[in-house]
C-alpha cells in the first residue's frame, strides 16, 4: 500500500494530488488563499448577502441593520447568563448590560472613523466590495450613529419580547 501511494505522487490524475487550498488568482505573492471554504457559491452567497456587502444600501442602513442584530442577541446572554439572572429584575439587567455594551461599540467605532481606514479591497469571498459604503469618516459616522440606535432597538426588542412572552404563548396556543 505504501508503494501505491509513493507511486501516485506523481500523477496529476490522482485526486490526492489536486490542491484544495491555493493562492488566491494563483499569485502567491498576493497573500491571499483561495480554500474550498471561502470560495464555494453558498458561503459567497452568504457573505454577499450580509449588510456590510449588500450593493445599494446606505451606510445609515447598513448601520441600522448591524445594529439591530447586535443589540437583539446581545441581550439574551447578559439577561440569562449575567449575575442577576435569578433576580425578579433579570431582564431590565440585560437590557441595560446591551445598551451598556452597544454604547461602547459605538464609541470604538467612532474611533475608527477617525483613524481614516481604508476603502475594502477585493477578495476571494467578496470580488467587489460597495465603493461608496465606507469610503469616508462622514459615511463611517453615519454608520456608527445608525449603529447606535438599531442597537439600543434591537435589545429593547428582545426585553419586550422576553418580559411578554406569556402573552405571546398564550396568542399562539
Known amino acids: ?3 501505491a501511494v509513493d507511486r501516485s505522487k506523481n500523477l496529476p490524475s490522482d485526486p490526492r494530488n489536486r490542491e484544495t487550498v491555493r493562492p488566491a ?4 505573492q498576493d497573500g491571499n488563499l483561495e480554500t474550498p471554504v471561502n470560495s464555494s457559491p453558498l458561503v459567497k452567497w452568504f457573505i454577499g ?5 449588500r450593493p445599494g444600501l446606505t451606510p445609515f442602513r447598513r448601520g441600522l441593520e448591524v445594529g439591530m442584530a447586535h443589540g437583539y442577541l446581545l441581550f439574551g446572554p ?17 437590557l441595560l448590560g446591551s445598551i451598556g455594551l ?9 474611533l475608527y ?5 481604508a476603502s475594502a479591497l477585493p477578495s476571494v469571498t467578496v470580488s467587489k466590495p460597495p465603493v461608496d459604503a465606507f469610503n469616508s469618516k462622514e459615511s463611517w459616522n453615519n454608520f ?3 449603529f ?9 426588542v428582545a426585553y419586550f419580547l422576553t418580559g411578554n412572552l406569556a402573552i405571546f404563548q398564550g396568542l399562539i396556543g
Open 1 to 3: 500500500m505504501a508503494q
Open 25 to 28: 488568482g494563483r499569485d502567491p
Open 49 to 53: 448577502n450580509l449588510p456590510a456587502y
Open 78 to 94: 447578559f439577561a440569562k447568563l449575567g449575575p442577576l439572572r435569578d433576580a425578579p429584575n433579570a431582564n431590565l439587567a440585560g
Open 102 to 110: 452597544v454604547v461602547i461599540l459605538t464609541a470604538c467605532l467612532s
Open 113 to 117: 472613523s477617525n483613524s481614516n481606514p
Open 144 to 146: 456608527a450613529s445608525a
Open 148 to 156: 447606535l440606535i438599531g442597537g439600543i432597538g434591537g435589545a429593547v
